[in-house]
């Protein structure tokens, strides 16, 4: 975002990290400044990263597996005002779960393991608590 403020809970470390700032250096580390050469100048360097955080919705389906991220947003003193928005996305019935395509591969984890190539339908019926017997 042009105006920072998100911070999200590491409850490892136990403090709050700035996600923005750490974007904004790893930027200008690639770059040397704000401000990128040639085309990539017409884009400003905060438009070109998006900060993906998992919500209660997600930890519900995972059961606990993926925490809902602790987040707040901190106001910037004599700065200008920021706006944010979540997005829900879901996916289409019969579309396939491709990790891939999505995120590079299942990265070992064990869930997307288990998800990668099934229709949202079959991930949400393999993921069930099996009934007692």
Same mark, same amino acid.
């Given at each position: 975002? =042009? ?7 590491? *409850? ?5 990290? !700035?996600? /923005?700032?750490? $974007? ?22 905060? =438009? ?7 919500? *209660? ?5 995972? !059961?606990? /597996?993926?925490? $809902? ?65």
């Amino acid at each position: 975002a =042009a105006v920072n403020g998100l911070e999200v809970f590491d *409850e490892e470390a136990d403090k709050w990290y !700035r996600p /923005e700032l750490r $974007a904004r250096a790893h930027w200008i580390k690639q770059h040397g400044s704000e401000i990128g050469e040639g085309a990539e100048s017409t884009v400003p360097w905060h =438009a070109r990263y998006v900060a993906i955080m998992a919500g *209660e919705h997600m930890q519900l389906c995972t !059961r606990n /597996e993926v925490p $809902a991220t602790v987040h707040r947003v901190v106001s910037a003193k004599n700065k200008p005002s920021r706006l944010s928005s979540p997005i829900l996305l879901r996916g289409r019935p019969g579309v396939k779960f491709d990790a891939d395509r999505y995120l590079g591969g299942t990265l070992g984890n064990p869930i997307l393991d288990q998800c990668d190539n099934k229709t949202m339908e079959a991930i949400y019926t393999e993921t069930q608590p099996k009934a007692s017997q």
